[in-house]
């Protein structure tokens, strides 16, 4: 089991920045991807990023440039800096963490926390 706390969430203005955080624990040893994705209303669930163990990251075109995952493996927290934020990134923002056990893979989400951008 993991489980997920995401915090940083908040209003801010257009072209302002925030940095989300979501502390994993549990049987965080068999964490491999960790992800951010975010929900408008009436809108799918959809990808902002991602990082694997080693690193490896992958954006939403969406965000490249403006948006940075990155992961502390020794503090078990996944981060998300988030600049030059637009109206459009209103949304709720999730946490991801794909768990390995046994060679069965399993996937839990954090809580949510919402992220509003004002024109």
């Known amino acids: 089991q993991v489980q997920l706390v995401e915090s940083g969430g908040g209003l801010v203005q257009a072209g302002g920045s925030l940095r989300l955080s979501c502390a994993a624990s549990?049987?965080?040893?068999?964490?491999?991807?960790m992800g951010w994705y975010r929900q408008a209303p009436g809108k799918q669930r959809d990808m902002v990023a991602t990082?694997?163990?080693?690193?490896?990251?992958n954006y939403a075109d969406s965000v490249k440039g403006r948006f940075t995952i990155s992961r502390d493996n020794a503090k078990n927290t996944l981060y998300l800096q988030m600049n030059s934020l637009k109206p459009e990134d209103t949304a709720v923002y999730y946490c991801?963490?794909?768990?390995?056990?046994?060679?069965?893979?399993?996937?839990?989400w954090g809580q949510g926390t919402q992220v509003t951008v004002s024109s």
């Open positions: 990082i694997t163990r080693g690193g490896n990251t």
């Open positions: 549990g049987s965080i040893f068999s964490i491999n991807a």
């Open positions: 991801k963490a794909e768990h390995e056990v046994a060679g069965m893979l399993y996937y839990y």
